[in-house]
């Protein structure tokens, strides 16, 4: 089983839709979260990070459920160029510095 | 402009030849990366320093060799031992070790034939 895991979809929606990535990780020790989007061809920028209280920032929210060891990620009001991979990434206390990424989730926003 | 360089973008080799990828960063970050990505899979990490003169073993830091000489340079050296050495890599750098951001240069396609 994969350490971090998300599904890659394709996600196909319309402009102004909704959509909700999720993505479980295995180590229960892990202390940090984030979501990072990579655009085809370049690399990943961090899009924001996730805490236990949950975050917003304009049109995407992320939440932790750290009992269920899952994070997601939603994003409202779709717009074409939020057309992108978007990875889940976990840090553990143990090895500071070391993030696992998951494989990433494609979505595609279409007019 | 602050950030990280990575160069060349695109290097082709021939297989059994060791090649030498580029990562400087102007950031002053204590800590660096490399990474591997191949076709719709994440990031694994291959070798790590989280300050000069020193570096650990990643996930997959076999036929991989690096060197941290100096704070902002951190070059990985593609062995002919690396097996599929065919990929994308990027290189990272964060402020130091419990940093939650990394920035990532543009990366480098390296194809071996």
């Known amino acids: 089983r994969k350490e971090v895991e998300q599904d890659p979809g394709p996600f196909n929606v319309p402009e102004g839709a909704t959509v909700a990535f999720n993505c479980t990780y295995s180590?229960?020790?892990?202390?940090?979260f984030f979501w990072y989007r990579q655009d085809c061809r370049k690399e990943p920028k961090l899009l924001m990070s996730v805490y236990s209280s949950g975050n917003e920032d304009g049109r995407f929210t992320a939440q932790l459920n750290r009992a269920s060891q899952y994070i997601s990620l939603l994003i409202r009001d779709s717009k074409l160029s939020d057309s992108a991979t978007y990875l889940c990434v976990v840090r553990g206390y143990t090895n500071a510095g070391k993030s696992t990424f998951g494989d990433g989730t494609t979505l595609t926003v279409k007019p | 402009d602050g950030g990280i360089t990575q160069s060349p973008k695109y290097l082709f080799r021939k297989e059994g030849q060791n090649v030498t990828l580029s990562c400087e960063q102007n950031l002053n970050h204590d800590a660096m990366y490399w990474y591997r990505q191949d076709p719709g899979q994440g990031l694994r990490l291959i070798y790590y320093s989280q300050i000069v003169n020193d570096f650990q073993k990643g996930d997959i830091a076999e036929g991989y060799s690096v060197s941290r000489e100096k704070k902002e340079s951190f070059p990985l050296t593609v062995t002919s031992a690396q097996k599929n050495p065919t990929a994308f890599y990027l290189c990272?750098?964060?402020?130091?070790?419990?940093?939650?951001?990394?920035?990532f240069g543009p990366g480098t396609r390296l194809t071996v034939t």
């Open positions: 990272a750098s964060s402020a130091d070790r419990d940093a939650h951001e990394q920035y």
């Open positions: 180590n229960s020790a892990s202390q940090s």
